[in-house]
C-alpha cells in the first residue's frame, strides 16, 4: 500500500521543536532499499512526501521525529518501552 504515513504524537508527547525525517520505502510489491532525508521542519517534511507520492507510484512515505538521543542506554530504554507497550497492546 503506497502512502504518506505521518506520525502524530500523543497529547502528552512534546515533539514541538524536534527535527522531522521522512523515510522513503518500496511499496505495491516493489523491492528498493529503503533511505531516509531529512532533518526538516515538519510541514517541510509533510510537503515533501506528499509531492513525491504525487508523482510516483509504488512509494511509501513516513514522516515522523527525530529523537534527539545520543547514548545507547537511552535508544535501549525506548525500545524496552516499545516493546512493552505492544506486548500490552496483544
Same mark, same amino acid.
Given at each position: 500500500m503506497a502512502g504518506v504515513i505521518v506520525y502524530e504524537p500523543d497529547d502528552d508527547t512534546d515533539v514541538e521543536g524536534?527535527?522531522?525525517a521522512v523515510t522513503f @520505502? $518500496?511499496? $505495491?510489491?516493489? @523491492?528498493? $532499499?529503503?533511505f531516509v532525508c531529512g532533518p526538516y521542519e515538519r510541514d517541510d517534511a509533510v510537503k515533501l512526501a506528499e509531492e513525491v507520492l504525487a508523482a510516483s507510484r509504488g512509494v511509501t512515505a513516513v514522516v515522523e521525529p527525530l529523537l534527539p538521543v545520543t547514548e545507547a542506554a537511552?535508544?535501549?530504554a525506548t525500545i524496552a518501552e516499545l516493546r512493552d507497550e505492544e506486548e500490552d497492546a496483544e
Open positions: 524536534l527535527p522531522w @520505502e $518500496a511499496s $505495491a510489491g516493489e @523491492e528498493w $532499499a529503503s537511552d535508544v535501549l
